[in-house]
């Protein structure tokens, strides 16, 4: 074959090839998703609640991948590290998001650079929960007691550097108490250590502990919102309960790999926001206390900053470093 020819036979299949990946729709296999804290807790079942509700509308299939630890760092430094072909994403939140950046100087990613924001999916406050087997049935029964002998009372959070935990440092400033951070790797194990008496209080999502409070194994003492939750309307707030000025939440959303392509990114937003709006599954967001948030990567993106600004001056007031 002359080399006219040969030139001619290699663009054509180069041609053929483009249009083939042209044509190809996204996604044609699984998408992983990473959850950065174990299976039970109120990102994973969120993480779950809305993949299950895109699958079902658009066929796709998800499968979640639980890899917690290290505040969530290693489960979000995984998505950095991951393909950037839209075939893993990540269900972000605060703590990994807008906390870890400042809390831990050698932090193995930075979300601004290593990440791209596809969506925002839910807020949720959190509560400071007790066993009903405790001897604190109020918040002001927790700080008279800890006034009386500081540190004698610990408080478990999901994690060192999560927003339960920031939370928990702001209350005890704020109302002039010593408590002992007891930090857990995820919701599940904390719990069972509540429930049995292992630990004082518990300070996590609304989420991850609504089940158990609906089912009396543990007693609500205060929610970390301005304003009472519509699915603990007897739960009082901590401004109510005498910390004034008091007000924290959690929220998630989806993250990719910084040099995934805008189209995909584009494409699992718009699945995503369709997804939000169906009143099925905002109900189940609502039923285990979340808000819906939707919106664009763009808007995703600025909330990131705006929170990295804010936990960036909480956390150097309460002097907390991480390794």
């Known amino acids: 074959m002359n080399p006219l020819c040969r030139g001619l036979v290699m663009a054509a299949c180069l041609t053929s090839a483009s249009l083939a990946n042209a044509a190809s729709p996204f996604p044609g296999k699984p998408i992983r998703v990473l959850v950065p804290f174990p299976a039970g807790g109120g990102t994973d079942i969120i993480a779950r609640e809305v993949t299950n509700r895109v699958a079902l509308s658009t066929g796709w299939t998800f499968v979640i991948e639980n890899k917690p630890g290290s505040g969530g760092n290693l489960g979000i430094d995984a998505v950095a590290k991951a393909p950037a072909d ?159 000025g008091f007000d924290a939440a959690t929220w998630f959303g989806f993250v990719a790999p910084a040099a995934t392509p805008k ?24 039923d285990q206390g979340a808000t819906v948030l939707r919106g664009t990567p763009e808007q995703f993106g600025a909330l990131i900053r705006q929170d990295i600004a804010r936990w960036s001056t909480v956390i150097q007031a309460s002097g907390t470093k991480l390794d």
Request: hydrophobic fraction near 45%; avoid cysteine; aromatic fraction near 4%.
């Open 86 to 244: 839209g075939y893993t994403i990540g269900m972000g939140q605060t703590s990994n998001l807008a906390i870890n950046p400042t809390l831990y100087p050698r932090l193995p990613y930075d979300p601004l650079k290593d990440l791209v924001p596809i969506g925002m999916v839910a807020s949720a406050p959190l509560v400071l929960a007790t066993s009903v087997a405790s001897p604190h049935k109020t918040l002001a029964d927790v700080m008279s007691a800890s006034r009386a002998k500081p540190g004698t009372i610990n408080f478990a959070s999901p994690g060192n550097g999560t927003v339960a935990h920031l939370a928990g440092e702001q209350f005890q400033r704020a109302a002039g108490i010593q408590l002992t951070h007891i930090p857990y790797k995820g919701a599940a194990q904390a719990v069972n250590d509540l429930i049995g008496g292992q630990v004082d209080l518990y300070m996590a999502s609304v989420p991850s502990l609504l089940g158990h409070i609906r089912n009396g194994k543990l007693r609500p003492l205060a929610v970390t919102s301005a304003a009472r939750v519509a699915d603990l309307p007897q739960v009082p707030t901590f401004a109510e309960s005498g910390v004034k």
């Open 263 to 286: 189209d995909i990114v584009v494409r699992l937003n718009a699945e995503l926001n369709k997804a939000l709006q169906v009143p099925d599954l905002a109900k189940k967001l609502n």
